[in-house]
T-cell receptor, first 116, second 116 residues
Framework: GAVVSQHPSRVICKSGTSVKIECRSLDFQATTMFWYRQFPKQSLMLMATSNEGSKATYEQGVEKDKFLINHASLTLSTLTVTSAHPEDSSFYIC????????????FGPGTRLTVT | AQKITQTQPGMFVQEKEAVTLDCTYDTSDPSYGLFWYKQPSSGEMIFLIYQGSYDQQNATEGRYSLNFQKARKSANLVISASQLGDSAMYFCAMTFTLSGNTPLVFGKGTRLSVIA
């Protein structure tokens, strides 16, 4: 099946700094990628839909100025957490659908962010 | 509003026995897809099985089968011959069109513990 990578897998940063998370589709093109957030012992919550070449669509309650999403190519979407705070500590996971393909979404392995 | 409900926060099953994880959904859209994912402690989302709303037969993938009852809006996952490695979180999810920019909506998950 198709492979989605995420980098880094784990990151620890200090409050007030920014951190960038990359999501890459390795062997397919993805015009659309999705970013989810998962708190411990909870389900995945959609944060935003990332569209290649256009602005991301954010879910209600997600601050677009805090969570910057850039989908600059058909294989790469980035999520930048700006001015991170401890409450941003979470597991961030991206997924992608094959452009023009079927139903399946392919998930990255996730990034565990800890803000100290 | 579209919604996925998993009513079992946790389940226990004896090794080699079968187990059913419940999932109900709510949508007025006639075209949708239902998914089950497994999430081990590592955090990765592992795709298990898919059922389309127009599929006439229940989906099966190895030891996994999906008991799709459209009139009841249920899509229960059946795992046969449970193994210790099946211990994980299991999420039922749904997408509401089979193409385009629609993300997955997840249930709250069920933690399955397989006992030796």
């Amino acid at each position: 099946g198709a492979v989605v990578s995420q980098h880094p897998s784990r990151v620890i940063c200090k409050s007030g700094t920014s951190v960038k998370i990359e999501c890459r589709s390795l062997d397919f093109q993805a015009t659309t990628m999705f970013w989810y957030r998962q708190f411990p012992k909870q389900s995945l919550m959609l944060m935003a839909t990332s569209n290649e070449g256009s602005k991301a669509t954010y879910e209600q309650g997600v601050e677009k100025d805090k969570f910057l999403i850039n989908h600059a190519s058909l294989t790469l979407s980035t999520l930048t957490v700006t001015s991170a705070h401890p409450e941003d500590s979470s597991f961030y996971i991206c997924s992608a659908r094959v452009s023009g393909g079927s139903y399946e979404q392919y998930f990255g392995p996730g990034t565990r962010l800890t803000v100290t | 509003a579209q919604k996925i409900t998993q009513t079992q926060p946790g389940m226990f099953v004896q090794e080699k026995e079968a187990v059913t994880l419940d999932c109900t959904y709510d949508t007025s859209d006639p075209s949708y897809g239902l998914f089950w994912y497994k999430q081990p402690s590592s955090g990765e989302m592992i795709f298990l099985i898919y059922q389309g709303s127009y599929d006439q037969q229940n989906a099966t993938e190895g030891r996994y089968s999906l008991n799709f009852q459209k009139a009841r809006k249920s899509a229960n996952l059946v795992i046969s011959a449970s193994q210790l490695g099946d211990s994980a979180m299991y999420f039922c999810a749904m997408t509401f069109t089979l193409s385009g920019n629609t993300p997955l909506v997840f249930g709250k998950g069920t933690r399955l513990s397989v006992i030796a």
